[in-house]
């Protein structure tokens, strides 16, 4: 279908990524500023969840703050780790986009969700945004009893950047016999940045996120190329995704990475992992956050809660 009809007009709006960084604190809190207005205007707030907290994470070189988000009614509840986007370079767990999507899953979901301010590139490159997301999930592990949570119930999922760092959480766990993690929800996932999917030049012009751009984001992530092969880096590059929690990958229609989302669910259901996938027909990259502009980011949504939920019925189910 062509792009949603919201979206048209919006995109020759959409400012160009700059040519040249000077100073990644400004583009981040220019992006920050600019994002929140954009979500004031496009996005259905997040309902009340019982307990909203902070805590710390002990990481290399420091620590890095997480934020609980817990739902009403009797613990343990399952668990869901949320790693957002911004390119590896930006974002954060203060934006009203974060925050939205951390009450929907905790309402709609019935879970604890935990969102993770994980360092950015390029002051902390390739593997520093990695080692905090997983350093983030053996936390989780390791104090499931003061959470609140079940650690047969951990899920994880994230966005853009995001959804590359979980995947690569649940690799890593996998190789390294780390927690147990159920399911894994990847959306508009970038599994592959040494750019082999198709639709990185197909929808790499015009629809908000550019391949130019898309370039120039990984190279900060990422000052040596030659690691972009490595399967924590672009999870499609691992040589077996046997193994791997079951996994659900949605991926917009007009969006440069959009292929490597679909690559991925096959090659998760080749290797013997319950994998599904679907393409979010007239979207872009950025436009699941839309709800309150866009019924099929209602839907979105609801495809994003009714999946999470089953996967809490199918544990809870297995261990009564």
């Known amino acids: 279908m062509p792009v949603d009809p919201f979206l048209a007009p919006l995109l020759s709006q959409l400012p160009p990524f700059p040519d040249h960084i000077d100073d990644f604190e400004e583009l981040r809190a220019t992006e920050n500023a600019a994002g929140e207005v954009l979500v004031g205007q496009v996005a259905e707030p997040g309902p009340d969840v019982a307990v909203v907290r902070e805590d710390s994470v002990p990481v290399e070189g420091g ?102 760092l979980a995947a690569a959480v649940a690799l890593r766990a996998r190789d390294e016999n780390g927690p147990s993690i159920a399911f894994q929800l990847l959306e508009v996932p970038a599994l592959d940045l040494t750019f082999g999917s198709a639709s990185i030049a197909e929808y790499g012009q015009g629809y908000g996120l550019t391949e130019d751009a ?87 949504r609801a495809e994003a809660l009714a999946t999470l939920t089953r996967v809490h019925d199918a544990v809870g189910s297995a261990v009564d």
């Not at 203060?94 to 390029?122: F, L, N």
């Not at 193994?243 to 990958?249: E, K, R, V």
């Not at 992992?273 to 839309?290: C, D, T």
Request: net charge negative; hydrophobic share 35%; charged share 20%.
């Open 63 to 164: 620590s890095i703050k997480v934020r609980i988000y817990e739902p009403f009614g009797d613990a343990p509840h399952p668990v869901h780790l949320y790693l957002h986007g911004g390119g590896w370079i930006a974002g954060t767990i203060e934006s009203s986009a974060v925050d939205i999507v951390a009450r929907e899953r905790c309402v709609g979901a019935g879970c604890v969700v935990v969102t993770a301010e994980y360092r950015k590139a390029p002051e902390y490159p390739y593997p520093t945004g990695l080692d905090d997301a997983y350093a983030t999930l053996t936390w989780i592990a390791e104090h499931s009893s003061e959470l609140g949570v079940r650690p047969d119930a951990v899920t994880i999922g994230g966005g853009s950047a995001g959804a590359n």
């Open 214 to 300: 898309l370039r120039r984001i990984t190279s900060y992530y990422l000052p040596d190329p030659g690691v972009a092969s490595d399967p924590y880096v672009s999870p499609l590059k691992a040589a077996s995704l046997a193994g791997l929690p079951p996994a659900h990958i949605m991926s917009s229609e007009y969006d440069p990475v959009r292929d490597d989302g679909e690559r991925y669910a096959r090659r998760l259901v080749e290797d013997g992992v319950e994998a599904s996938f679907s393409l979010q027909a007239g979207h872009i990259h950025i436009s699941s956050a839309f709800t309150k502009v866009m019924e099929s980011a209602r839907e979105w």
